[in-house]
């Protein structure tokens, strides 16, 4: 049975975590982070803040490319499919329309192409994001439940080069940060 | 004056606030969460047993449907289709507001649609569960409806995409899919949230399998947003797409009445209308059941009454628009089909229609109407009734006289179309109903976003539009 | 292809029967017609099932479409042990036989595969079918089969532990012949039909001679009886009348229905159709004037229909003559004064028709008919004699021919029965045939004159009223499995041959009269020896296997005789005729266009046939003008007494008739029969209550009550005009002939182009064109279809429900007021558009388009969406809505009720081995006659040619049709009928300006009026 | 409040369960339906016992009769009837009059009852398969039957599924033989012959045109 007790006894730290009150607070750590040139830290919010990404100093996600690519595939199998079954494999003569209604094979084409499309993007995001992952180090954090409540947390991972366990503590405190403590891997 | 919308009257440039009773973010939290941590409440009990019980009723009719055959129905000779059809286009209608609320409404950023379009989802999915039903039993032989799919068979044979009917397969399950997506993307946040706030165990397992080990990471944030953003982009044309679909069933026909270009746009005006309705009617119960009204305000139900008063006009625009082309086009048979509508022999269920759909909601011009709870409830219950008959009327008027006098008919439902029927909303409700229990029904996390104090810029009670200013000069 | 049968061995042993029944029970294309949707159903499905059962079924079904393991079913191939001569397992036979019906026979060819009969078809070479059928005819094979006949002989009431076989029948028969040689004959009386039979009237003639003493009576509910009396009264013996208005120009009817139920109706209808076939502009066409008080099939085709109420008719006829004697100095002579109390006024309303058809009659001296119908009185039939013979007609267009049956007056033959019964006289009535008991006037009571009779044998196909009294039963053979002999009314003379070996060892009644006279020779045997008789000599065989062959003795008509007019015999009738005097409402009988004289009432086909003029189905009713309803306060559906001055009451439901003379109820009788199978029981209303020796036609002082109660009708066709709609379009023979393509250019729309290229048919191409002038709307392509391509009955809550499922139907529209409208008919099959709007919006492309130009539609693709039949503006697709082909199809009425499945063994041996039998929840519509189409070309390509020759295929409505309204072929072939046609400028698509391309087009009516009477 | 937090090896789960569940398992129930669901598992093989063990490879190969010597309405009718007792009798009047094998034979043929066969190829009832119309156009008897000659006891060789037919409806040039060889059970296709748009009948000519719409097969 693990619990936040258990695995509180940390052998090798994973990172440092804590939290503060609003966002604002959050988001100037970030900043301070990223200035002194941070790179493996997160926050943990209950929603998205505003800009957030921006005071971290994250990259735009890679998720639409994913997305139109699935789309133009989609948009290729939904005419392929009905040109080859209805024009070349048996052809028909229906309602003396020709064998390649190009008009009437839009509507399927189009919804195929949002399918794929959406698929592209749910399952992209999950796998950009490394989800789903039942068990991260920073769950075990004993305020940690409340990241998706109220609280705003952050964490600085140990394998950062700019980590340093007392000045990072110290840096995060000014920032206003509470219970802050090493989490285990 | 109702007090419920003080700060706007008092400062028009100000808009009322989304969240009142001064609740901080572990209030809406409680207050969301607490509904499906409390001891099942009895009423909740009775309704769910009442909707098994009609639930029961759908399942013998489609158990007497398949065994005995479709001729239970009052189907006949020129009219082919009726209820069937009807409750089809009904349900998908009803469908079409949850989309455009969690969609259309998020790429216009309207911030006031974060406490409703949770649910507004949940009974788009629903609805189109219900919707299923019918053209899945309306086929005389449906152990062989799996012919519609393009699946490679010893027989070398393909379904024939030219058929409007095929089209609506894909879109509808498209739909369907990309819905439930949607939903469930959305979900994923605060069923964490129910996770982190679980007593027991097996609670805390549930939900957290479903939430996927969500840890609010803001780098998940982005990829999160990003994607609901273009999960948003997508559902837009597809619900547009859909409803243009179905009414291609009818307007790629030949047949008066059916064969009519105005239809698509129509159509899709017409599910907005019927599904904003239908939102109200379930939040209105909704809010007085759990107490919701600080999430769920009158503002937010003054809007969807705005857009039912909007599309119920364009819609009656579209009913009159009918006729003048119809008396335009010098069509004999055109002619014929429109004035048998308003005065044939389904005349009554004609001006049902209209006084249902077109008349009644011109009350909501008053601000004491479209802010009036029993009023917006009887309205928009009202205008489901009205939109049934549309689809009745356009269905079925058309077909019972349509060129040739010689085989004109009239059609009367059985007790089978009308258990038929019936029974979807027992399909629905208890759907429904099991959705509010264990689900959270307000998206807690995008309420929490439209909240002043979630501006990282100062926690005074700003108005969001300066968020976004605030952020760039941060930035 | 027809070929002399094979003869069978003893007919009568039961052995052979159930033996051959298996024989054909078992061969593969029997277990191919039954239940083809659901193979592995089909077994599961000869036993009754319950719904669960059912149910299990189709789960059953259900699985097949997934379990590997599951094959379908092992099924046995039973090959014959000896194969008959002829026989080709795939391939039908056709064999030449005749109907008797009604005045006449129709001659028949009759498909039968291995050993089944199961479509009739017109003998081209007979004279009174001429290749077509009516839908008497064509239903008739459906009585063979009927589940609810007669399946043995019973000894007392039918039942059980009554049944007697065909030995002890024998046995009985000729004790009771030898009882009766012992006292000469006395106390035997032999009731028979009116019967055109040589061989059972030698038949007769021997028992009078062996039984001196026997009496031999006649009754028929319909007969000829004062046809045969008039020209008797008018040429001084007893003639039958013979039309030949194929050399008419004129042709007058006073009251009677020639072309649908009198005389030789499909020959009559061919001749008067011939007479309006316009192949050019210019070419003539004859006039028809119809007199009548109840629209029937005939008046619907007048150029002029008078209607009047029947009390009036008589008296037209004599206004009539009136007028050509003094007006026309046509001489009638001493019939001139005896008619001179008949002024044209006398009758209301028709002072000017009179002088405008004498006008025209006595322009057409020798070119014109005046017919009179059956029902007048001899003394109107006697005068029109009069005038046919002085305006030259006789010989010419009316022919006065040997009357094969000379017994008159059926109603005095059947009172005199009575009378000696009642009186005692009769210890054995012998009943061949008919239903005395329901049909007899009523004020005879016949069922308790026939107690009277120590010893009652009945002969008949199934168990009716007169059965049930009867101290004997004694189940006859159906003409289809019976050898005899019968003479058309012209006096051609057919051999009715079996084509099946009786299913269950049944008797003729020749066997029976042979029994009785204790002979044992087959009816076989009496027939062949009749035409020994009749054509002996050394090459008999050779003329008998040509008659079998042919179906009839070539030469044997009569001549028509040279007549000479006794005027003063038809002037004494003249002024003895009492004319009815109008008194409260009149009441007419007519046969039921269902049922006829009640002997069709358990035939399913016949019964949901609806009724050429008021389309109603599975019942009768009151036929009322709307002037009389608005009177009586009444709608259609309202349940009224009618009662007579005279006494007798009848409950019946009122339908308001157009057409029908006001102050004129007419009734058909035939329905309402008590003692009937499953089809017939509780059909309709019994209207012999009213029928009596006093009034058998015509009756007055007729009222009526509404009881306030209501009676669904249920009519295939509830809308009635064409609301302006270009559908049937007709014109004047004067207008066409200024503008022919007057049709083509009705309507107004834009060009009609397509986005896409059209496809081209460079094999066949199959259309069909149908001539709406000569279309008389006698509904015989639809029973032909019917029987063709295994279509299914509904029922009536089925129709009521407007679920019937007639691939073809025929609409009728009426024009002008609702009074005195007139009506066109247009039967509508599938148009087999080229673009068809069916096709395109089918999910699964279960209808598709053949190379040929066929709208095909593939049952065993269909999923049931019904999108197909919206989207047709034809509106000809038919839903099975439940397993008709299958369910109850023993008795359609309980149809819809759920699938307590009643099938029938014997019903099912009539279905089309050629053609799928449907299962629920599929579309179905007009194919073409595909399955004729595939013979042919298959033929074809054996003989190894590479295109089917104009006339090798012929849809089953074409082939039927009397009038040749309907003609099929190849379009591509410019020298076929059809092609002609096609490009006659009357040549018009229905609902062609939606560019559906229609390859079933129509040839716009053309109708012939009087101008003296356009101006009224 | 204990919080329950999921195990480590919670995390390779969900992937496991895709990777190994679902996926197989999907490929392995299309590829089943795909082959055993078709006529090509359900119905080649078929080989029923029949109540005679009448052998083709003795009457058909060792004694060389001709399949039209039985079957002879194959060429006339749509079916290649099953022939009647009779038939048999014409020869086993004198040869192995008396083998007890025979005996259901001999009684049918003495009390006129018939001999309860089991169909071997049996098409939907709903398809109309013409075999008069396929010899005329030289398909002969073992492109569909198979080596009958060499069967005991007759067993299905062709799938006999609608796809089946097409393929040959759609290019029938390589199975088309001279009417000498219809019922030639040796003869072999010859190879490598190219798709022909127009087939014809070898012997006359005559376009053939097989249909591929649907009324072709199904009435």
């Given at each position: 049975m693990h619990t936040a007790e258990t695995n509180a006894k940390p052998t090798r730290p994973f990172a440092l975590v804590g939290w503060f009150k609003t966002p604002a607070e959050l988001y100037h750590a970030c900043e301070k982070l990223r200035d002194a040139g941070f790179k493996h830290f997160d926050a943990h919010t209950p929603f998205p803040v505003h800009g957030l990404e921006r005071a971290m100093g994250l990259k735009p996600s890679r998720l639409p490319w994913i997305v139109l690519c699935m789309g133009l595939f989609g948009l290729c199998v939904g005419f392929a499919l009905q040109m080859w079954t209805l024009g070349v494999d048996y052809p028909m003569n229906i309602s003396g329309k020709p064998f390649f209604a190009v008009p009437a094979y839009i509507p399927v084409a189009f919804e195929v192409t949002v399918l794929l499309s959406s698929f592209g993007c749910f399952l992209g995001m999950w796998g950009l994001n490394g989800l789903p992952r039942f068990f991260h180090p920073v769950m075990q954090h004993p305020s940690f439940h409340r990241a998706t409540d109220n609280c705003f947390f952050v964490s600085v991972e140990v394998k950062d080069p700019k980590y340093d366990a007392t000045r990072t503590l110290k840096m995060l405190e000014e920032a206003g940060a509470q219970e802050l403590q090493e989490v285990a891997s | 004056m109702s007090t419920n919308t003080t700060l706007q009257d008092e400062n028009p440039a100000v808009r009322a606030p989304l969240v009142l009773g001064g609740k901080d973010f572990h209030g809406v939290t409680t207050?969301?969460?607490?509904?499906?941590?409390?001891?099942?409440?009895?009423?909740?009990?009775?309704?769910?047993?009442?909707?098994?019980?009609?639930?029961?009723?759908?399942?013998?009719?489609?158990?007497?449907?398949?065994?005995?055959?479709?001729?239970?129905?009052?189907?006949?000779?020129?009219?082919?289709?009726?209820?069937?059809?009807?409750?089809?286009?009904?349900?998908?209608?009803?469908?079409?507001?949850?989309?455009?609320?969690?969609?259309?409404?998020?790429?216009?950023?309207?911030?006031?649609?974060?406490?409703?379009?949770?649910?507004?989802?949940?009974?788009?999915?629903?609805?189109?569960?219900?919707?299923?039903l019918f053209p899945g039993f309306h086929v005389g032989r449906i152990w062989l409806a799996y012919w519609m799919f393009p699946l490679p068979n010893q027989m070398n044979m393909w379904p024939n995409f030219r058929s409007p009917l095929l089209w609506d397969v894909f879109a509808v399950s498209t739909y369907g899919t990309v819905s439930i997506l949607f939903w469930y993307v959305g979900l994923v946040p605060d069923l964490a949230t129910l996770r982190d706030r679980a007593s027991t165990k097996l609670r805390q397992m549930v939900y957290g399998i479903f939430a996927l080990g969500w840890r609010g990471s803001h780098r998940h944030w982005v990829n999160y947003e990003r994607a609901y953003l273009m999960l948003a982009g997508l559902s837009t044309p597809l619900v547009l797409s859909v409803h243009t679909i179905v009414s291609f069933d009818f307007a790629v026909s030949v047949l008066p009445g059916w064969h009519t270009t105005i239809f698509p746009p129509y159509f899709v005006a017409g599910a907005i209308f019927s599904g904003f309705a239908m939102v109200v009617t379930l939040m209105v119960v909704a809010r007085a059941a759990y107490g919701l009204h600080d999430l769920l305000t009158i503002r937010h139900l003054e809007n969807m009454n705005k857009i039912i008063l909007a599309t119920g006009t364009m819609v009656g625009y579209a009913y009159g628009m009918e006729f003048f082309i119809a008396w335009y086009s010098g069509n004999d048979y055109e002619v014929y089909a429109f004035t048998n509508r308003a005065f044939g022999p389904y005349a009554w269920a004609y001006w049902t229609m209209i006084s249902c759909n077109v008349i009644g909601p011109q009350l909501f011009w008053f601000k004491k109407m479209r802010t009036s709870i029993p009023v917006m409830f009887v309205i928009s219950i009202t205008v489901n009734i009205g939109m049934w008959f549309e689809r009745f009327v356009i269905i079925s008027t058309s077909l019972h006289r349509d060129f040739l006098p010689s085989s004109w008919g009239y059609f009367q439902p059985t007790i089978i179309d009308i258990s038929m029927f019936l029974g979807s909303f027992g399909l629905f409700f208890t759907m429904f109903l099991l959705f509010v229990r264990y689900l959270p029904m307000i998206a807690i996390g995008e309420v929490k976003a439209v909240m002043p104090a979630a501006n990282p810029h100062g926690e005074h009670g700003e108005d969001e539009r300066h968020t976004a200013e605030a952020a760039h000069a941060h930035g | 292809m027809k070929r002399a049968p094979y003869t069978y061995g003893q007919d009568l042993s039961g052995k052979q029967y159930w033996r051959s029944l298996d024989e054909l029970a078992e061969t593969p294309e029997f277990k191919e017609a039954l239940e083809r949707e659901f193979p592995d159903g089909a077994s599961e499905l000869l036993d009754p099932v319950t719904r669960r059962a059912f149910m299990n079924l189709m789960g059953a079904t259900v699985g097949l479409a997934g379990l590997t393991a599951c094959r379908r079913p092992e099924e046995k191939i039973l090959p014959y042990s000896k194969r008959p001569e002829d026989v080709v397992e795939g391939m039908p036979l056709y064999y030449a036989t005749a109907m008797p019906f009604a005045g006449t026979a129709i001659g028949l060819l009759v498909e039968s595969h291995t050993g089944r009969p199961t479509k009739i078809e017109g003998n081209p070479r007979h004279a009174d079918s001429l290749g077509a059928a009516n839908v008497y005819a064509q239903s008739s094979v459906l009585d063979l089969y009927d589940p609810d006949r007669l399946t043995s002989s019973y000894e007392g009431k039918v039942s059980v532990e009554n049944k007697r076989t065909a030995e002890q029948v024998k046995a009985a028969l000729s004790a009771r012949g030898t009882a009766l040689k012992g006292k000469g004959g006395t106390g035997l009386a032999i009731l028979t039909e009116a019967h055109r039979s040589p061989t059972l009237a030698r038949q007769l003639d021997e028992v009078k001679k062996q039984l001196p003493g026997a009496k031999v009576y006649r009754w028929d509910a319909f007969s000829r009886d004062n046809v045969r009396e008039g020209s008797r009264i008018a040429f001084g013996r007893p003639l039958d009348v013979s039309l030949a208005l194929e050399n008419a120009k004129v042709i007058v009817s006073v009251g009677s229905d020639f072309m649908h139920t009198e005389g030789s109706p499909v020959k009559n209808a061919r001749a008067f159709a011939s007479g309006r076939k316009l192949a050019e502009a210019n070419a003539e066409m004859n006039r028809l004037y119809v007199v009548e008080s109840h629209y029937t099939v005939t008046g619907s085709n007048a150029d002029h229909r008078l209607r009047i109420p029947a009390r009036d008719v008589p008296a037209f006829a004599m206004a009539l003559a009136r007028e050509l004697a003094t007006a026309h100095g046509v001489n009638l002579g001493d019939v001139t004064g005896a008619v001179d109390a008949y002024k044209p006024e006398l009758v209301e309303k028709t002072g000017k028709w009179a002088r405008a058809v004498a006008k025209d009659l006595a322009a057409n001296r020798g070119t014109s008919a005046l017919i009179a119908g059956d029902s007048l009185p001899p003394a109107v039939h006697a005068v029109v004699a009069a005038v046919n013979h002085a305006l030259g007609n006789a010989g010419k267009t009316v022919n006065y021919v040997k009357a094969v049956d000379e017994s008159s007056d059926g109603v005095a033959s059947i009172s005199a029965l009575v009378q000696s019964l009642k009186a005692g006289e009769v210890d054995t009535l012998l009943i061949l045939g008919g239903n005395p008991v329901f049909t007899a006037p009523a004020d005879l009571d016949f069922a308790a004159a026939m107690d009277k009779a120590a010893v009652s044998i009945f002969h008949g196909l199934q168990e009716n009223e007169t059965a049930q009294k009867a101290k004997w039963v004694v189940h006859a053979s159906h003409y289809l499995e019976s050898w005899g002999d019968v003479r058309a009314l012209d006096g051609t003379a057919s051999?009715?041959?079996?084509?099946?070996?009786?299913?269950?060892?049944?008797?003729?009644?020749?066997?029976?009269?042979?029994?009785?006279?204790?002979?044992?020779?087959?009816?076989?045997?009496?027939?062949?020896?009749?035409?020994?008789?009749?054509?002996?000599?050394?090459?008999?065989?050779?003329?008998?296997?040509?008659?079998?062959?042919?179906?009839?003795?070539?030469?044997?008509?009569?001549?028509?005789?040279?007549?000479?007019?006794?005027?003063?015999?038809?002037?004494?009738?003249?002024?003895?005729?009492?004319?009815?005097?109008?008194?409260?409402?009149?009441?007419?009988?007519?046969?039921?266009?269902?049922?006829?004289?009640?002997?069709?009432?358990?035939?399913?086909?016949?019964?949901?046939?609806?009724?050429?003029?008021?389309?109603?189905?599975?019942?009768?009713?009151?036929?009322?003008?709307?002037?009389?309803?608005?009177?009586?306060?009444?709608?259609?559906?309202?349940?009224?007494?009618?009662?007579?001055?005279?006494?007798?009451?009848?409950?019946?439901?009122?339908?308001?008739?157009?057409?029908?003379?006001?102050?004129?109820?007419?009734?058909?009788?035939?329905?309402?029969?008590?003692?009937?199978?499953?089809?017939?029981?509780?059909?309709?209303?019994?209207?012999?209550?009213?029928?009596?020796?006093?009034?058998?036609?015509?009756?007055?002082?007729?009222?009526?009550?509404?009881?306030?109660?209501?009676?669904?009708?249920?009519?295939?066709?509830?809308?009635?005009?064409?609301?302006?709609?270009?559908?049937?379009?007709?014109?004047?023979?004067?207008?066409?002939?200024?503008?022919?393509?007057?049709?083509?250019?009705?309507?107004?729309?834009?060009?009609?182009?397509?986005?896409?290229?059209?496809?081209?048919?460079?094999?066949?191409?199959?259309?069909?064109?149908?001539?709406?002038?000569?279309?008389?709307?006698?509904?015989?392509?639809?029973?032909?279809?019917?029987?063709?391509?295994?279509?299914?009955?509904?029922?009536?809550?089925?129709?009521?429900?407007?679920?019937?499922?007639?691939?073809?139907?025929?609409?009728?529209?009426?024009?002008?007021?609702?009074?005195?409208?007139?009506?066109?008919?247009?039967?509508?099959?599938?148009?087999?558009?080229?673009?068809?709007?069916?096709?395109?919006?089918?999910?699964?492309?279960?209808?598709?388009?053949?190379?040929?130009?066929?709208?095909?539609?593939?049952?065993?693709?269909?999923?049931?969406?019904?999108?197909?039949?919206?989207?047709?503006?034809?509106?000809?697709?038919?839903?099975?809505?439940?397993?008709?082909?299958?369910?109850?199809?023993?008795?359609?009425?309980?149809?819809?009720?759920?699938?307590?499945?009643?099938?029938?063994?014997?019903?099912?041996?009539?279905?089309?081995?050629?053609?799928?039998?449907?299962?629920?929840?599929?579309?179905?519509?007009?194919?073409?006659?595909?399955?004729?189409?595939?013979?042919?070309?298959?033929?074809?390509?054996?003989?190894?040619?590479?295109?089917?020759?104009?006339?090798?295929?012929?849809?089953?409505?074409?082939?039927?049709?009397?009038?040749?309204?309907?003609?099929?072929?190849?379009?591509?072939?410019?020298?076929?009928?059809?092609?002609?046609?096609?490009?006659?400028?009357?040549?018009?698509?229905?609902?062609?300006?939606?560019?559906?391309?229609?390859?079933?087009?129509?040839?716009?009516?053309?109708?012939?009026?009087?101008?003296?009477?356009?101006?009224? | 409040m204990q919080r329950y937090l999921f195990p480590k090896w919670s995390n390779r789960v969900l992937p496991a369960v895709f990777f190994l569940g679902i996926g197989p398992g999907l490929t392995t129930a299309i590829l089943g339906v795909t082959y055993y669901f078709t006529n090509k598992h359900v119905e080649v093989g078929y080989q029923p016992a029949q109540p005679v063990e009448f052998s083709h490879k003795l009457h058909a190969g060792d004694l060389g009769m001709d399949c039209r010597y039985c079957h002879n309405t194959v060429e006339r009718a749509h079916m290649a009837a099953v022939p009647p007792t009779a038939t048999c009798m014409n020869c086993h009047a004198k040869v192995r009059a008396d083998s007890p094998r025979l005996q259901m034979v001999r009684d049918s043929y003495a009390n006129d009852t018939a001999i309860p066969w089991v169909r071997v190829h049996n098409v939907p009832d709903y398809a109309y398969f013409d075999h008069s119309a396929h010899l005329a156009a030289g398909v002969g008897c073992s492109t569909c039957h198979g080596r009958v000659d060499q069967m005991p006891r007759v067993t299905q060789v062709q799938p006999l599924s609608m796809g089946w037919c097409l393929d040959c409806h759609r290019d029938p040039a390589p199975v088309l033989r001279k009417q000498a060889d219809l019922t030639n059970m040796a003869w072999q296709p010859p190879t490598n012959v190219p798709p022909n748009p127009e087939p014809t009948q070898l012997d006359t000519g005559r376009k053939l045109a097989p249909p591929k719409h649907c009324s072709g097969c199904h009435r």
């Open positions: - | 207050a969301v969460s607490e509904i499906v941590e409390r001891p099942t409440p009895k009423p909740w009990i009775l309704g769910f047993l009442i909707s098994l019980a009609v639930l029961g009723i759908l399942g013998a009719t489609l158990a007497d449907l398949v065994g005995v055959g479709i001729g239970e129905w009052g189907l006949n000779h020129p009219v082919g289709w009726a209820w069937d059809i009807t409750g089809f286009v009904f349900w998908i209608g009803i469908g079409h507001a949850g989309t455009l609320i969690s969609a259309i409404l998020f790429l216009f950023r309207q911030k006031w649609r974060t406490s409703i379009n949770r649910a507004a989802e949940a009974m788009t999915i629903f609805a189109v569960f219900a919707a299923l | 051999v009715v041959q079996p084509l099946v070996a009786p299913l269950y060892a049944s008797f003729t009644e020749l066997d029976v009269l042979e029994g009785l006279l204790g002979g044992t020779r087959s009816s076989h045997e009496l027939v062949r020896a009749t035409w020994q008789a009749e054509k002996g000599g050394v090459d008999f065989e050779k003329n008998w296997r040509r008659a079998l062959h042919d179906g009839l003795f070539a030469g044997t008509a009569y001549a028509p005789e040279a007549v000479e007019a006794k005027p003063a015999d038809v002037a004494a009738a003249a002024r003895a005729l009492v004319v009815q005097k109008a008194d409260g409402l009149e009441v007419t009988f007519h046969p039921d266009s269902h049922a006829w004289d009640g002997k069709y009432a358990n035939n399913g086909w016949l019964q949901e046939m609806p009724d050429p003029m008021t389309k109603l189905t599975w019942d009768n009713a009151a036929f009322i003008s709307k002037a009389t309803a608005d009177a009586n306060g009444l709608r259609s559906g309202d349940v009224v007494t009618l009662s007579l001055k005279g006494g007798g009451s009848l409950t019946i439901p009122v339908l308001i008739a157009p057409g029908q003379a006001d102050d004129s109820v007419a009734l058909t009788v035939g329905q309402g029969r008590k003692v009937v199978g499953g089809v017939g029981k509780g059909v309709g209303f019994d209207a012999y209550g009213l029928r009596k020796t006093t009034g058998m036609s015509v009756v007055q002082g007729a009222s009526l009550s509404k009881t306030g109660g209501r009676h669904d009708l249920a009519q295939t066709q509830t809308h009635h005009v064409m609301e302006g709609r270009p559908l049937v379009r007709e014109t004047t023979l004067e207008k066409y002939r200024q503008t022919p393509n007057f049709a083509q250019t009705m309507v107004q729309h834009p060009p009609l182009l397509s986005l896409f290229d059209d496809f081209k048919y460079e094999g066949h191409k199959w259309g069909m064109v149908i001539d709406l002038t000569s279309c008389i709307g006698c509904n015989a392509c639809m029973v032909a279809c019917q029987a063709e391509n295994n279509i299914p009955l509904v029922g009536k809550k089925g129709v009521l429900m407007s679920r019937e499922m007639h691939w073809i139907r025929v609409d009728r529209y009426y024009e002008g007021d609702i009074g005195d409208p007139h009506a066109v008919f247009q039967p509508l099959p599938c148009q087999q558009c080229e673009n068809a709007p069916c096709e395109q919006v089918c999910p699964v492309a279960a209808t598709t388009h053949s190379s040929e130009g066929l709208n095909d539609m593939v049952y065993n693709r269909c999923i049931g969406t019904r999108y197909c039949a919206n989207n047709c503006p034809y509106k000809v697709r038919r839903f099975n809505f439940f397993n008709y082909s299958t369910d109850n199809i023993t008795n359609p009425k309980e149809l819809g009720k759920g699938p307590e499945v009643n099938w029938s063994t014997t019903r099912e041996m009539q279905f089309n081995p050629n053609v799928t039998v449907r299962a629920r929840g599929v579309m179905e519509k007009c194919t073409y006659c595909v399955q004729r189409i595939q013979e042919a070309k298959i033929a074809a390509k054996r003989e190894q040619q590479e295109r089917v020759k104009d006339g090798a295929v012929v849809t089953a409505c074409a082939q039927t049709c009397p009038t040749e309204a309907i003609i099929f072929g190849d379009l591509n072939d410019k020298g076929s009928r059809v092609a002609k046609h096609a490009a006659s400028p009357r040549d018009y698509g229905i609902l062609a300006e939606l560019n559906t391309r229609p390859r079933t087009t129509y040839q716009a009516k053309i109708r012939n009026p009087n101008k003296e009477l356009e101006q009224a | -």
